[in-house]
């Protein structure tokens, strides 16, 4: 069964680093988000992609963060200089078509920031 | 502010029980209605989908959707210990367009052998 896959499983940087979050969809889809999960809070909405550019993004997804489809299989979010509250599990999903389809989530990232 | 409402828990029923999960929701134009569970450090995996009103069962899942009082539920029959876990619901607000979820905090199931 097709599944997102995420890399890497877990990620330690420093405050103020450059780091890069990867995510390869489910092969058909075309909608691609990125969530976020701070440590014993709710799911958070940070952006939506479709058609190589993004068509939401929540007040969380400022100025820091990037999302990016290099090629035809990856997804990737970027967060330019890191801060501690950054710190959280990060969730890539993908569906075929938006809105009323099923949203299907990766293993997830946990991103320390130290 | 949009919201999603759930009561955080702990649900603690014995196996073999019905649980019963419930979720409120603030925007009147939501169209798409999600569970997900979501065990501890992992992510959130897809149970049930729900798009009209009324009742929609998979296996042992039935998800409950009721528009007009804003509200979602999932039963979950014969409780196994394995379906102990926190229960996402998620809501698409923006009525389809985008498909962005607002996830409610959970709910905590425990299921006692």
């Known amino acids: 069964e097709p599944e997102v896959t995420q890399t890497p499983s877990h990620q330690v940087t420093q405050m103020g680093q450059e780091v890069i979050l990867r995510c390869v969809p489910i092969s058909n889809h075309l909608y691609f988000y990125w969530y976020r999960q701070i440590l014993g809070q709710k799911v958070e909405f940070l952006v939506s992609f479709y058609n190589n550019e993004i068509s939401e993004k929540s007040e969380i997804f400022d100025d820091q963060f990037s999302v990016e489809r290099p090629d035809g299989s990856n997804f990737t979010l970027k967060i330019r200089s890191t801060k501690l509250e950054d710190s959280a599990m990060y969730f890539c999903?993908?569906?075929?078509?938006?809105?009323?389809?099923?949203?299907?989530f990766g293993p997830g990232t946990r991103l320390t920031v130290t | 502010q949009k919201e999603v409402e759930q009561n955080s828990g702990p649900l603690s029923v014995p196996e073999g029980a019905i649980a019963s999960l419930n979720c409120t929701y603030s925007d009147r134009g939501s169209q798409s209605f999600f569970w997900y569970r979501q065990y501890s450090g992992k992510s959130p995996e897809l149970i049930m989908s729900?798009?009209?009103?009324g009742d929609k069962e998979d296996g042992r899942f039935t998800a409950q959707l009721n528009k007009a009082s804003q509200y979602v539920s999932l039963l979950i029959r014969d409780s196994q210990p394995s379906d102990s876990a926190t229960y996402l619901c998620?809501?698409?607000?923006?009525?389809?367009?985008?498909?962005?979820?607002?996830f409610g905090k959970g709910t905590k199931l425990s299921v006692k052998p």
């Open positions: 999903a993908s569906t075929w078509l938006s809105g009323r389809t099923e949203q299907y």
């Open positions: 729900i798009y009209s009103n």
């Open positions: 998620a809501v698409n607000t923006d009525g389809g367009s985008q498909g962005n979820l607002i």
